[in-house]
């Protein structure tokens, strides 16, 4: 176990050390349409397995090196972890982290793809940036609906509140049905490098530690805690090169223990559960947000995914979020997943 967290905190800072160093801002001529449409040929080829290649093509070596970087390490760290977990025959041990690792090699691998696109079709500085501060208090409400294909289909209000505090964010959201289930997540994150909340200045790039407790309980009278801990990351494209000035790449990984009670029977059954989530994302406007992520966490109601052969429910669940704002400190946001279950979120906000 210690050797594992060893290796989860390794991988959560090596996309700090690696890319969070500030890229000196130099302006150079608007790509041609020619050149974005050559740019975009070499992002399909060799593009898919030389990663930044587009960006070569645009002209941005800084980039292009970084994002081949990124790519090869997310090839070569899975093949290590395939490698372990293989000749180890699975061993408990090294399954865990190998895991994580491997996890982590998906979104290297994912995320320097995406960011490849994002530099060649993108218009110089992004559509939008990081803001300049963070709202001290931010309260939400929306509608979440799952589609399940055992419990068929679910509508559950959502409530909740954002704290931040210099360096501490404090998260607590609930939902609730109207059948009487609900889930209550809870969260504290110290975000020990990257500025202070009124201070961003549009960089939005941070590490940190996470804490979480989830509870989830049925009408039937069962109900599932776990308590979480992750390593987390934001990456603000800026820093990794010039042709990715604002949009963001995400890390996060973790290990959680809970267990389910069964109230009828009195039983309480003990798990652990491997947290991992990558993202790569574009700002929208002063503060906006849309990203494609991949999360490994199996207690959500997204689930994993169902595939076909040994590999069903190996993975966790992909999806797009978003968070618009609309008036002064009014957001719309919104979130969709899949998983082994349909997961569709859309709420609004409101900031001080």
């Known amino acids: 176990m210690k050797r594992g967290f060893v290796i989860f905190a390794f991988l959560i800072f090596m996309p700090w050390t ?13 790509p041609s349409p020619q050149t974005r449409a050559l ?38 760290l899975g093949a290590v972890s395939a490698a372990a977990i293989w000749f180890s025959g699975a061993s408990a041990q090294i399954l865990v982290p190998a895991i994580g690792a491997s996890v982590f090699a998906m979104g290297l691998f994912a995320t320097t793809l995406l960011a490849d696109l994002y530099a060649v079709t993108a218009p110089e500085g992004g559509f939008g940036s990081a803001p300049d501060s963070l ?60 500025r202070a909340r009124d201070e961003l200045n549009g960089d939005g790039s941070f590490l940190g530690l996470r804490l979480g407790h989830l509870n989830d309980a049925t009408v039937e009278g069962t109900a599932a805690n776990v308590f979480r801990f992750e390593a987390v990351s934001r990456v603000d494209g800026k820093r990794v090169g010039r042709l990715l000035d604002g949009s963001f790449f995400e890390f996060s990984l973790g290990y959680g223990l809970g267990w389910d009670t069964y109230v009828d029977e009195e039983v309480r059954e003990f798990n652990s559960l491997l947290l991992g989530r990558f993202a790569y994302g574009l700002y929208l406007g ?67």
Not at 49 to 74: K, N, P, Q, R, W
Request: hydrophobic residues 45%; proline residues 2%; aromatic residues 12%.
């Open 286 to 352: 002063d503060g906006g947000e849309l990203a494609l992520f991949y999360d490994h966490d199996h207690e959500s109601f997204a689930g994993g995914l169902k595939l076909d052969g040994v590999a069903s429910g190996l993975f966790g669940h992909v999806g797009l979020s978003a968070r618009i704002p609309v008036y002064d400190a009014v957001d719309l946001y919104g979130e969709f997943a899949v998983g082994s279950a349909a997961v569709g979120t859309l709420g609004v906000s409101y900031g001080w």
């Open 39 to 76: 740019a975009g040929a070499a992002w399909v080829f060799p593009g898919v397995l030389l990663h930044g290649s587009g960006a070569f093509v645009m002209g941005d070596t800084e980039t292009a090196t970084a994002l081949a970087i990124g790519g090869g390490a997310g090839v070569g």
């Open 18 to 30: 690696a890319f969070a160093q500030p890229v000196d801002t130099v302006t150079i001529e608007e």
């Open 135 to 194: 709202d001290w208090l931010n309260l939400r409400t929306g509608v979440t609906t799952v589609s399940n294909p055992v419990f068929g289909l679910q509508n559950y209000g959502q409530f909740g509140a954002q704290l931040n505090l210099d360096d501490w964010r404090v998260d607590a959201v609930a939902l609730v049905s109207g059948e009487g289930q609900h889930q209550v997540e809870t969260e504290a994150t110290w975000r020990f490098l990257g």
